[in-house]
Nanobody, 115 residues
Framework: QVQLVESGGGLVQTGGSLRLSCAAT????????MGWSRQAPGKQRESVAL???????NYVDSVKGRFTISRDNGEKMVYLQMNSLNPEDTAVYYC?????????WGQGTQVTVSS
């Protein structure tokens, strides 16, 4: 059974940084596309960043140049380094894994950016 556990969220001031981590179990991992999505109150969930098994990445325009996604296949970990945070980044951040065409989600971690 695929399980994803996020950590690293918290409260940070505008301009600060956070690093989110996602630990995966029960998955092939290195063959999977991994990613991060977020959902702010009253808004739809949006994909923030993804990293394919090849290592190529995609980012939503609003985080380009500020966020960096990375993966460690040996440890089955995915990271999201978030810099220059602003209040619009406040949301619950979810890790996801696409495994054999099915998407699995973590439970989410709260990121709050104060102005």
């Amino acid at each position: 059974q695929v399980q994803l556990v996020e950590s690293g969220g918290g409260l940070v001031q505008t301009g600060g940084s956070l690093r989110l981590s996602c630990a995966a179990t029960g998955t092939r991992f290195r063959l999977n596309t991994m990613g991060w999505s977020r959902q702010a109150p009253g808004k739809q969930r949006e994909s923030v960043a993804l990293i394919r098994s090849s290592g190529t990445t995609n980012y939503v325009d609003s985080v380009k140049g500020r966020f960096t996604i990375s993966r460690d296949n040996g440890e089955k970990m995915v990271y999201l380094q978030m810099n220059s945070l602003n209040p619009e980044d406040t949301a619950v951040y979810y890790c996801y894994s696409v495994d054999l065409g099915r998407t699995y989600w973590g439970q989410g971690t709260q990121v709050t950016v104060s102005s």
